[in-house]
């Protein structure tokens, strides 16, 4: 135990060297630089680098987070998809102020967005539920996300159940599957430094623009 203490302790991090951010060259719009960066860490092999940290709270105000896949990005929001039944889309329903966090270690680079989560409707949300892999069909049309498992036979059979009503219906989609867009109100781009000099960069939203502030590390 003490051993594996140690070793977190004695963790290194920030090794770099990682590239260059000049924010007075930063694009206008959050979303422009957030391709320019995805783009770089595809570049650079970053592994699943979709891969985002959802960060939801209750009508309470008690946090949770969860990794899902960026499903796509443009102009009016990053998007995701979850059942609207699950924890996460309870949450939503209740608070629907949510953040992403992309963190590309290979790169030193982090991005975190704040803003407001809303549905993107019935046909969109088909669409993305039918260009899923039939097992992921099959797992959420169970809907029984985060709900207690007595035992793994239970689970196998449920699948296989679904997995059978999947092949014989391919058109058949989880009423409750649905597409969520967060629309940014703020975003924030930081580069790690070996020297801990980060940089980071905030786009604010004002009106139908950005304002851009460099923040200290």
Same mark, same amino acid.
């Given at each position: 135990?003490?051993?594996?203490? +140690? ?11 990682? @590239?260059? !951010? ?7 719009? @959050?979303?422009?630089? !957030? ?18 940290? /959802? $960060?939801?709270? *209750? ?5 949770? =987070? ?8 443009? +102009? &009016?929001?990053?998007? !995701?998809?979850? $059942? ?7 949450? /939503? ?20 967005? #704040? ?21 992921? #069909?099959?797992?959420?049309? /169970? *809907? ?11 689970? *196998?059979?449920?699948?296989? *159940? ?16 649905? %597409?969520?867009? %967060?629309? =940014?109100?703020?975003?924030? !781009?930081? &580069? ?8 980071? /960069? ?16």
């Amino acid at each position: 135990m003490e051993r594996t203490r +140690e070793a977190i302790r004695r963790s290194k991090t920030l090794a770099g060297p990682f @590239p260059s !951010f000049v924010p007075t060259h930063a694009k206008e719009s @959050p979303y422009a630089l !957030f391709l320019d960066w995805f783009q770089a860490a595809l570049d650079h092999g970053v592994t699943e680098p979709h891969a985002m940290t /959802l $960060s939801t709270a *209750d009508r309470d105000g008690y946090p949770d =987070a969860r990794v899902l896949i960026l499903k796509d990005v443009d +102009e &009016q929001g990053w998007y !995701f998809a979850s $059942s609207s039944a699950s924890r996460k889309g309870e949450q /939503l329903q209740d608070n629907p102020y949510a953040a992403l966090t992309f963190y590309w270690p290979p790169l030193g680079r982090q991005i975190r967005i #704040r803003g407001t989560v809303g549905r993107m409707g019935k046909e969109l949300s088909a669409q993305d539920f039918l260009n899923r892999g039939e097992t992921a #069909r099959a797992i959420a049309l /169970l *809907d029984r996300q985060s709900t207690i498992l007595s035992e793994q036979g239970e689970l *196998d059979r449920a699948l296989a *159940d679904q997995l059978a009503m999947v092949r014989q219906t391919p058109g058949l989609v989880a009423p409750t599957w649905t %597409l969520y867009r %967060l629309t =940014a109100e703020e975003a924030e !781009f930081w &580069q790690g430094d070996e020297e801990r000099r980060h940089i980071r /960069l905030r786009y604010t939203r004002v009106g139908e623009g950005w304002t851009q502030t460099w923040l200290w590390p």
